[in-house]
T-cell receptor
Framework: DSGVTQTPKHLITATGQRVTLRCSPR?????VYWYQQSLDQGLQFLIQ???????AKGNILERFSAQQFPDLHSELNLSSLELGDSALYFC????????????FGPGTRLTVL | QQQVKQSPQSLIVQKGGISIINCAYE??????FPWYQQFPGKGPALLIA?????SEKKEGRFTISFNKSAKQFSLHIMDSQPGDSATYFC????????????FGAGTILRVKS
């Protein structure tokens, strides 16, 4: 158990809908990262937040957005969902000063029908 | 330039044997090279990592060998056990650019008992 929690574990929704994925980092970790894992694209970095501020952005679609709240939990919002958005979404966190060492949560499996 | 190429795609090793997974990169700005282990239904777990100023790092049965001039690094699993059967990902990141991890495509390891 990495100490990173993610909810929900599974999410099934329809095309065009909007969903919110939630992540709580390890206690004391200020950085939160979001990754997408799919069969065709593998593990891809989406976005990073550090202490509430966006720090780095990857190939994140405009339909996707994220934020980190004052209590350091983070949410990833996915809107206008398409079939191709079906994937595993992982959150990772790291402690300040050792940001290379990222610890991953159990993931949220999103299925878009 | 941001790619990390991983091979083989899958690997079958006898119990007690040595498992070897290789990765290659192009971007010489990468300065951190971790390996992650992922079991079905779980998030990736940090296994071992190395920086380019070191040619080898060993932790228990796991060893990373790093060849800076060839821009290659590999994971060796000594005395492979059935419990090591999992998917292994190499990755690379640049500390200066927020530590986003660039992952290889993964290697499915099966250790036969």
């Amino acid at each position: 158990d990495s100490g990173v929690t993610q909810t929900p574990k599974h999410l099934i929704t329809a095309t065009g809908q909007r969903v919110t994925l939630r992540c709580s980092p390890r206690s004391g970790d200020l950085s939160v990262y979001w990754y997408q894992q799919s069969l065709d694209q593998g593990l891809q970095f989406l976005i990073q937040y550090y202490n509430g501020e966006e720090r780095a952005k990857g190939n994140i679609l405009e339909r996707f957005s994220a934020q980190q709240f004052p209590d350091l939990h983070s949410e990833l919002n996915l809107s206008s969902l398409e079939l191709g958005d079906s994937a595993l979404y992982f959150c990772a966190s790291s402690v300040s000063g050792r940001d290379n060492e990222q610890f991953f949560g159990p993931g949220t499996r999103l299925t878009v029908l | 330039q941001q790619q990390v190429k991983q091979s083989p795609q899958s690997l079958i090793v006898q119990k007690g044997g040595i498992s070897i997974i290789n990765c290659a990169y192009e971007n010489t700005a990468f300065d951190y090279f971790p390996w992650y282990q992922q079991f079905p239904g779980k998030g990736p777990a940090l296994l071992i990592a190395i920086r380019p100023d070191v040619s080898e790092k060993k932790e228990g049965r796991f060893t990373i060998s790093f060849n800076k001039s060839a821009k290659q690094f590999s994971l060796h699993i000594m005395d492979s056990q059935p419990g090591d059967s999992a998917t292994y990902f190499c990755a690379a990141s640049i500390t200066q650019y927020g530590n986003k991890l660039v992952f290889g495509a993964g290697t499915i390891l099966r250790v036969k008992s």
